[in-house]
Structures are given as structure tokens and as C-alpha cells.
């Protein structure tokens, strides 16, 4: 069965880092583009990051770019995502999703198979 289980949220404050991670089973992630995405409440789903297959290259809008970094651990079939100085706005629930078409067409309809989430709240 293919399945992708988010973990790693929490309740943190501003400034402060987390490391979602995505682990897949029923497939190697390696074999696909990897992205995370959110979505908060009342807000279309926002693409945060892609991680290619092919070169390992990386995707992040300009809301994210310098704070966050995505990483594989394929002997772990897991995909990380490190989220440093963490701001209010980035207050939501976070998904994983694989596509095989690698990152091109990033967006809120890409993915074969997604995850269910892990909430991230960033409040003082």
C-alpha cells in the first residue's frame, strides 16, 4: 500500500525552527519529485518546496526561500523539511506529496499521492 505519514509538527514561536519529515512506504521516494505543501485556514494550498529527481534541484517561492530547506534521507525513505525562523503566517497544516513528472507543474493540483498532514502553529 502507498502511503506518505507526515510528523514533526508542533506549537512553536516565532523565530523558532522545525523539521517535518514525510516518510514514505509501498514505494521509494527517490523515484519521485517530492514537494511539501500548506494551507491555512480560509487559504488555497501553497506550494513550499520540490525537490527534482533527476538533480536533486530545489524549488521555494520567495514567502519561504532562505528559511526553509528540503533534504532526502532515501536510505530512510524520508524526505525532510527544515523550517528555520518561523513566523506567524507560516501557521499551517503541512503536506507531503509525490509526483512522478519531478517538479515541473508545482502547484496545488500536482502530486500522485499525498499525505494527511502534520499542523504547525507559530504563536507567542
Known amino acids: 500500500q502507498v502511503q506518505l505519514v507526515e510528523s514533526g509538527g508542533g506549537l512553536v514561536q516565532p523565530g523558532d525552527s522545525l523539521r517535518l519529515s514525510c516518510a514514505g512506504s509501498?514505494?521509494?521516494?527517490?523515484?519521485?519529485?517530492i514537494g511539501w505543501f500548506r494551507q491555512a485556514p480560509g487559504k488555497e494550498r501553497e506550494g513550499v518546496s520540490c525537490i527534482s529527481i533527476s538533480d536533486g534541484s530545489t524549488y521555494y517561492p520567495d514567502s519561504v526561500k532562505g528559511r526553509f530547506t528540503i533534504s532526502r534521507d532515501n536510505a530512510k525513505n524520508t524526505i525532510l523539511l527544515q523550517m528555520n525562523s518561523l513566523k506567524p503566517e507560516d501557521t499551517a497544516v503541512y503536506y507531503c506529496?509525490?509526483?512522478?513528472?519531478?517538479?515541473?507543474?508545482?502547484?496545488?493540483?500536482?502530486?500522485?499521492?499525498w499525505g494527511r498532514g502534520t499542523q504547525v502553529t507559530v504563536s507567542s
Open positions: 506529496a509525490a509526483d512522478w513528472t519531478d517538479c515541473l507543474g508545482f502547484g496545488p493540483n500536482w502530486g500522485d499521492y
Open positions: 509501498g514505494f521509494r521516494l527517490e523515484d519521485y519529485a
